[in-house]
């Protein structure tokens, strides 16, 4: 601790000190985040064995919040603790792993710490994620079978899309495809058939039995005719001259 003055080590201290008594005050004044009260305390619920699991879900929701904090909170009370009893058994502002001093200016901005730059263990963030993301990470990509030349079946990308249709707070700046222009064509793949193969499926209908084969004249059917495709028995009737 010789690389530092009295000086120095006075305002170290004394910044600790600090640091303690507002972790102190911290735990004493909310019940270390709430969690010195019961969950049934903490909500309006009659009973935490609802009928609906939904009715707690904000309450459990805030008491992991509470656990998160107040487990982060104990680790720096722990942290400055033992920064105080190092600064009275002489061995402060040394690292703990190399044994060299630590820079003033480190200690002036972390004053709890214990390492010096080259040997802290939080230098590098963390690329530790939740085991969940695996199953999310790409999106849908866990049964997605689009890239199946073989495989033909309503997949997790096929429930999204059905999904999405019903409104989505993304805009053109953010959509999948660089040409969409417009909030009709926002979706995932949105020029994909959604529900049938050929275009004509979706205006082609007939009775339980497969029979009595009708035409839907349907936006889809206006649109296949405007394409010149299909068979050419698939025209207008004459009152569908005057279409919008």
Same mark, same amino acid.
Request: proline letters at 5%.
């Given at each position: 601790m010789g690389h530092l003055t009295i000086r120095q080590q006075a305002e170290l201290r004394r910044r600790l000190l600090e640091?303690?008594? @507002?972790?102190?005050?911290?735990?004493?004044?909310?019940?270390?985040?709430?969690?010195?009260?019961?969950?049934?305390?903490? +909500?309006?619920?009659?009973?935490?064995?609802?009928?609906?699991?939904?009715?707690?879900? +904000?309450?459990?929701?805030?008491?992991?919040?509470?656990?998160?904090?107040? @487990?982060?909170?104990?680790?720096?009370? /722990?942290?400055?603790?033992?920064?105080?009893?190092?600064?009275?058994?002489?061995? $402060?502002?040394?690292? +703990?792993?190399?044994?060299?001093?630590?820079? $003033?200016?480190?200690?002036?901005?972390?004053?709890? +710490?214990? $390492?010096? $730059?080259?040997?802290?263990?939080?230098?590098?963030?963390?690329? /530790?994620?939740?085991?969940?993301?695996?199953?999310?990470?790409?999106p849908f990509g866990r049964t997605s079978v689009d890239e199946l030349n073989k495989e033909t079946e309503f997949d997790g990308e096929d429930a999204w899309q059905i999904v999405e249709r019903w409104g989505t707070s993304t805009s053109p700046a953010y959509a999948e495809s660089p040409d969409a222009d417009d909030y009709d064509n926002l979706t995932i793949e949105a020029d994909e058939n959604v529900g049938y193969v050929e275009d004509f499926e979706s205006f082609l209908a007939t009775d339980i039995y497969g029979e009595h084969l009708q035409v839907v004249r349907n936006k889809a059917y206006r649109h296949y005719l405007q394409q010149e495709e299909g068979d050419p028995l698939l025209e207008p009737d004459a009152a569908e001259e005057d279409w919008d």
């Open positions: 640091e303690q008594q @507002e972790l102190s005050s911290r735990f004493e004044g909310n019940a270390h985040f709430g969690l010195g009260e019961s969950l049934a305390e903490g +909500t309006s619920e009659l009973s935490s064995y609802d009928n609906h699991p939904a009715d707690v879900a +904000t309450e459990m929701f805030e008491r992991g919040k509470d656990l998160a904090l107040n @487990e982060e909170a104990e680790k720096q009370l /722990r942290r400055v603790n033992e920064a105080l009893d190092r600064l009275d058994q002489g061995t $402060y502002g040394l690292c +703990t792993r190399c044994g060299q001093p630590i820079r $003033y200016e480190r200690l002036e901005a972390l004053p709890a +710490t214990s $390492y010096c $730059y080259e040997h802290t263990p939080e230098r590098e963030v963390s690329n /530790r994620r939740p085991v969940e993301e695996q199953l999310l990470d790409p």
